[in-house]
């Protein structure tokens, strides 16, 4: 990515500008997760056409429907001409979509031993990553599974390379896999829900998700099941030039409960890259999902080159009565985020929630938010957006809730807070409210504000330095969001802060 | 002058401090001369306005105020060449007169960054959390402060009075040499001001000093302080002994004011 200001002046509407290499050397900005992996992998030409899709869905050794089913979307895909979606407050160059490689896999291997087995590299990865030993070793395959909470998932440039706690899920009935495993394991599930909730018709990138997918989460949970430990998907970008895009799908059955959590990574190079996932959920009666994310994806350099575009499309449907759908999300990465987690609030008395904390510094702009969508009687939605600018950043807050007419008694409680760092960065509101239904309440909240320097003062005069000063004010300021993440994730997530906010102040 | 005892260690010398207000550029301290010995207890008194909140902030290094004249030092050092946290972490003290809200920062995190970051300044590791908290725990409870309102955020909701026990609760977790409280006895009831009297005296001793604003006589039946100051008018109209505070009390401001500028 360029500097803004360029940026805008050359942006034109053909498909094809390659090259978005800076001559800059200044990778100075400090992301500590910016390392390259030298892991063997497979990786197939650039460029995207049926034969691409052919060459994946082979691959995964998938049955003719989802083939069929990603040649619908590919077809789609390119029905749209390239015309990326214009609604968003973000500017970018260009994606040269036949410029990108759509499927990079680390090269498996069979069935390691010992940690020694196990490719160094990887394993170097997870220790960069900050994944415990214990974690690593069940990760890499070589350990009993023990007593711990969280059961932790690999994918590496959309391949999922390792799946921990097995055993206790299955003893439950609980299917905790890659997409491609689960095409095998619970090929109906997969069929009944995959597209069900975001079609691929749905959106730009969706479409292209659906094409070229390559891999991502699946978990099922039976009937009346609550998932004992939390279940954790590790994201990482490795290979250069690679598009990421996997697709996640989550059913949780009849009073079934999960907690999910994904963190993001990605290598620091000079050209963006393109990340574009889907991610499903699907909650039967009386059963929750509680869908946590921090995303820390690479987000460019100071002078806003490279970084990745996360143009992710996320949505749940309520479809159960007494469901509830909850979302919370740390977005502290990427040069772009363009993202709108999503509740369809469809059986009766059902829930759905986002809590959000973006942060945007240096050139990075983040356009999120959420839609609830009321259709069910008593359905209720709560929405806590958190946006925090520093830099050149622009953030962007967007949000959709529609109450239709059969939605008796809805109700929504919106609140949205703007935190504004230095006076070259921008905070920006955009709330939708659709009411069709007379019995609706809708309750709207709305702050901007600025790191006061009486704040500042009193947090100087304690002995904190200005940059601890600003950490603690601002982590003060997210404290409503880090709570509903679980305990590990929300001092991970103001670790994210720190880190992302390093620089800011002189 | 305060000192009259050759013997005795200065901690803080202002001389001829003059400071203005940033942002307007008016003039409010017009040449300050004070010192404070080691273990010395200062009171500050002097009608609204007249600048003594402003001499303690800039002391401390408030940047709404720009010192145009004078020198500050402490423990020998420029301290007006020290950045404001630095200063803190020299271990100079402001209990603020109005202090402010930290929305969603939890005291005890925000008090043991805040001895941590005093600790680190001495080459110390971070304190343990436990240790820690039976720290914070006792200074809660010597300031008599209802430990439930330290779930909050920092000063949010916080009553006039507990703000004030607030700041003294950090006062005793900073253990600073030097201490300047402003006001922090106004809006106290009867009870918690002997809370705060007693928190001052037994923090008394050679390794610390105290320079107390503050409007009553009432305060001072508590303290006693070595000298007392009258500031009228951006400068030191009178200093004396702990009596002057009598004095003022029958007396008023008011037949300072006229000779104001000729401070002894
Ligand atoms: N930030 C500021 N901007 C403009 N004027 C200020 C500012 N701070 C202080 N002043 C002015 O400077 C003068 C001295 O204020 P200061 O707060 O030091 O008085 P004080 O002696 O502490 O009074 P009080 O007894 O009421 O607390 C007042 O006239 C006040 O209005
Ligand atoms: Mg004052």
Redesign the interface.
């Known amino acids: 990515m360029v500097p803004r200001q360029a940026l805008e002046a050359n942006l034109v509407t053909a498909p094809k500008v390659i090259s978005r290499t800076s001559t800059s050397d200044d990778l100075a900005r400090e992301y500590k997760w910016g390392f390259v992996t030298e892991i063997e992998s497979e990786i197939i030409p650039k460029g995207l056409n049926e034969e691409v899709v052919r060459i994946i869905s082979r691959k995964k050794e998938e049955p003719e429907w989802l083939l069929e089913w990603r040649l619908k979307a590919l077809r789609h895909f390119l029905s749209l001409n390239y015309e990326e979606p214009k609604w968003a407050k973000v500017s970018h160059p260009p994606i040269d979509f036949q410029d990108i490689h759509y499927y990079a896999a680390p090269v498996k291997q069979a069935g390691p031993k010992s940690l020694e087995e196990v490719d160094p590299q990887l394993l170097e990865t997870f220790n960069k990553l900050g994944i415990p030993i214990q974690e690593q070793k069940r990760l890499a395959g070589v350990t009993e599974e023990g007593p711990s909470k969280v059961a932790v998932d690999a994918v590496f440039d959309s391949i999922s390379v390792a799946t921990t706690y097995q055993k206790t899920l299955e003893e439950k009935g609980i299917i905790f896999c890659s997409v491609s495993e689960a095409v095998k394991k619970a090929p109906d599930i997969v069929r009944k829900y995959l597209g069900s909730v975001v079609p691929y018709t749905d959106n730009f990138y969706a479409a292209l998700n659906s094409a070229v997918f390559s891999d991502g989460s699946f978990v099922y949970i039976p009937k009346g099941v609550r998932c004992p430990i939390e279940l954790m998907t590790y994201f990482r970008i490795n290979s250069a030039n690679t598009g990421q895009f996997e697709r996640t799908l989550i059913i949780a059955d009849e009073g079934a409960y999960v907690s999910y959590l994904e963190g993001c990574t990605a290598p620091i190079r000079k050209t963006s890259q393109l990340h574009a996932a889907v991610v499903e959920l699907v909650t039967l009666d009386n059963a929750e999902i509680k869908y946590s994310t921090l995303q820390n994806w690479y987000p460019g350099d100071k002078q806003g080159n490279g970084g990745v575009y996360n143009f992710v499309t996320k949505r749940g449907k309520a479809l159960g009565k007494n469901s509830k759908i909850s979302w919370t999300q740390v977005e502290t990465g990427s040069a772009i985020t363009w993202k709108y987690p999503s509740v369809i609030l469809q059986g009766d008395n059902s829930t759905g929630e986002f809590y959000s904390v973006a942060l945007v510094n240096n050139y990075q702009q983040a356009d999120t938010g959420t839609k609830m969508i009321h259709i069910g009687k008593n359905t209720k939605s709560t929405i806590v957006a958190k946006g925090i600018s520093a830099g050149h950043g622009q953030s962007t807050y967007r949000g959709q809730v529609q109450i239709m007419p059969t939605a008796d008694n809805a109700t929504n409680f919106t609140q949205c807070d703007s935190l504004l760092i230095g006076d070259k960065c921008g905070a920006h509101t955009v709330p939708y409210i659709e009411v069709r239904n007379p019995t609706a309440r809708m309750e709207h909240e709305a702050s901007t504000s600025k790191v006061?320097?009486?704040?500042l003062?009193?947090?100087?005069?304690?002995?904190?330095?200005?940059e601890?000063?600003h950490y603690?004010?601002i982590?003060?300021?997210?404290?409503?969001i880090f709570k509903e993440l679980p305990f590990e994730f929300a001092m991970e997530a103001s670790q994210l802060l720190r880190v992302s906010l390093e620089g800011t102040v002189g | 002058m305060a000192s009259t005892n050759g013997t005795k260690q200065p901690l803080l010398e202002v001389r001829g401090l003059r400071a203005a207000v940033t942002a307007t550029g008016q003039e409010i301290l017009k040449g300050v001369d004070l010192t404070v010995n080691v273990g010395e207890v200062h009171a500050v008194m002097g009608p609204n306005g007249s600048g003594k909140s402003t001499l303690v902030n800039v002391i401390a290094g408030r940047p709404d105020f720009a010192v145009t004249a004078g020198q500050v030092h402490y423990a020998g050092q420029d301290l007006l060449a020290m950045l404001p946290d630095r200063r803190a972490r020299e271990g100079v003290f402001l209990a603020f007169q109005y202090p402010v809200e930290l929305p969603g920062v939890r005291p005890w995190q925000f008090m043991k960054a805040s001895v941590d970051a005093l600790r680190k300044h001495r080459g110390l590791p971070e304190i343990g959390a436990r240790e820690f908290d039976a720290m914070f725990k006792a200074a809660v409870k010597e300031m008599e402060m209802d430990a439930d309102l330290m779930k909050r955020s920092v000063n949010e909701g916080f009553s006039g009075g507990e703000k004030k026990r607030n700041e003294m609760i950090q006062l005793a977790l900073m253990e600073p040499r030097l201490a300047l409280l402003d006001e922090t006895d106004s809006g106290l009831d009867i009870d918690a001001l002997k809370t705060v009297a007693a928190g001052v005296n037994k923090r008394r001793g050679p390794e610390r000093s105290v320079l107390l604003v503050t409007h009553y006589q009432r305060l001072l039946g508590y303290i006693t302080p070595d000298f007392v100051h009258v500031l009228v008018d951006g400068r030191i109209a009178l200093s004396g002994g702990p009596e002057l505070a009598h004095e003022l009390e029958a007396k008023g401001y008011d037949w300072l004011k006229e000779s104001a500028g000729t401070a002894r």
């Open positions: 006061s320097d009486d704040q003062f009193y947090c100087l005069q304690r002995g904190l330095d200005p601890e000063a603690v004010i982590n003060g300021f997210c404290r409503g």
